[in-house]
């Protein structure tokens, strides 16, 4: 069967149709290389979009957390708290630059950070005097749904700790009507190719701070000093994003409230399908300062009333050449970060043995999603 099928991908790029525009622009004016129009009406576009004061468009989501990291002093020998339950790039940038991350568990009902636990950690490695003082926090919005913020800030702010969001999944989501990366004192979005809108690859900082944003412009820039020759004084690094990827994003953006309602039509109609299955569960918006962009939609699938487990769902719905993934491993529970402090409650190892990410992509067709339920629905003994 699986070889007549089409593949139906987790979450693949869907061009809007107003990319080629900017794209071309940027070919006829020769501007084929870092800067131009389109990265300044990128950033102008983001920080509109966000309600920050200010963005800078990068290489990638990654390299804006290391950006930001640097420039809130972060060196070798200090501690870093992040979520544990999340992507490996939140947390590689603490590593490249000697510090040591902290990882905190989840809550059940948003899945990111848990602000008790966070602030356990806090208090704790105060107390034990573990190394330098905590220099920064990093909370995820994962999959979409906002993190606690209002319960994150206050602990942050009580111990005068920093905050940068992880929003590389939640850009058009928003908690109490604040889009992700605007309540610490910097955000990160990403455009890589799975994300609800993509330049290919890249990433952006975003901020109220004009000072942070004009230290990464600089650094991302190789940090050449103004001079009438090339002078460094400072480390720099390779991480502007191209005039012809922010064309892309300029041709994104026009679609990207249309692209949040499709996703979160996606979700709706899983939804409607799935979540009277016994043992079958969804990560539903805790209240209504939540808004969710409905990035990938998740269940969680408890073997024990759905009869299968997420690993058997997972292959059954390949052999039909339909792509899905498991939630994240959590960081803690990862070969490279297993030796680093960790403070845990058991929900996102739960989250990850029993969770499965659904296929998501906008570029879905009703026939595809059709047949997606076809397959989860026989999969779980119920007759279609």
Known sequence: MSSINKRIYLSSPHMG???LKYVHEAFDTNWVAPLGANVDAFEESLA????AQHAAVLSSGTAAIHLALIILGVKPGDEVIASSFTFSATV???VYLGATPVFIDSEPNTWNMDPTLLEHAIRERLRKGHGSPVKAIIPVHLYGMPANMDDIIAVAEKYGIPVIEDAAEALGSRYRDRHPGTFGRAGILSFNGNKIITT???GALISD???IIGKARFLATQARDKAPHYQHSSIGYNYRMSNVLAGIGLGQMEVLELRVQQ???NFQFYYDHLHEIPGVSFLEEPGNEFYSNRWLTTI???PDLAGISRETLQTELEKENIETRPLWKPMHLQPVFEKYPTYVNGTSEGLFKNGLCLPSGTNMTDDDRQRIIEVLKHQF????
């Open 48 to 51: 509109s979009y966000t309600g």
């Open 300 to 302: 969680l699938v408890d």
């Open 263 to 265: 996703r979160r039509d």
């Open 92 to 94: 590689n940038p603490i």
């Open 381 to 384: 003994g119920i007759i279609v």
């Open 17 to 19: 149709g107003g990319e």
């Open 200 to 202: 290919s690859g890249g």
């Open 209 to 211: 701070d004009a000072d």
